[in-house]
């Protein structure tokens, strides 16, 4: 299986404080990638030295066997950031075939579309309101619609269930696996573990900018003496905690 990215031997260093070392991982084409740890561990770094934002200190970071250029490689990415940002004044519709014109779509196909995804997530009647007045939650939908629209390749998708309850998580989840089988790969970043069980192949768990478990699913969790991914997240950080205290 064919790797989507591939990171190898990358580091870090904002002034004298290095924030990631000597990371190592791989996403394989067509899974669905846990990249997980506590705020500050290092992922959103990775993340934006994947994508250009950031340069790294050393190392080598490729997406499809090259370093990942805005320019070119757009059209084969939807990332979802953790923070979010929509133009909030717009309607929902026009927002949705804006963006979709972006990527290579025509009008007519991208307003298609996003009918049918506001249809598919509750949002229908919602389509001719402007942002703002929409809901924490139903705002995330929208912007979760912007990251998908024509299908990309490879998806980033940090918190995409955030906020939300039972119901409508749970229709995320199902959307992201509708992806994954479409032919999507995706990285998925999230501090909701039972979300890692239902949807990840295999996770890597960064602290303080070091893999402290990497593989799949039913290796790391043999690792740790069978226990659930939740518990070995709490283990993990609870090392953390306890030199906090005892600092």
Known sequence: MSNVITVKNFRMDFGKKTVIRDLSFEVNRGEVFGFLGSNGSGKTTTIRALLGIYRPTAGELLVNGK???????????GYLPEERGLYKKERV????????????????????????????????????????KLSGGQQQKVQLGVTIMNNPKLLILDEPTKGFDPVNRRLLMDIIEERQKDGATIVFI?????EVERLC???????????????????????????????IFVEIYSDENQEANNA
Not at 67 to 77: N, T
Not at 105 to 113: A, I, L, T
Not at 204 to 229: E, I, M
Request: charged share 30%.
């Open 67 to 77: 370093q990942f250029r805005p320019a070119d490689d757009s059209s084969m990415l």
């Open 93 to 132: 519709i026009d927002i949705m075939i804006y963006f979709g014109r972006l990527r290579g779509m025509s009008r007519n196909e991208s307003r298609q579309w996003a009918e049918q995804y506001l249809a598919r997530v509750g949002l229908g009647e919602y389509a001719t309101t402007r942002l703002e």
């Open 190 to 194: 999230t501090h909701q573990m039972e």
């Open 201 to 231: 192949d295999r996770v890597l768990l960064l602290k303080d900018g070091t893999a402290r478990a990497y593989g799949t699913v039913a290796d790391v969790r043999k690792q740790f003496g069978n226990r659930s991914l939740d518990d």
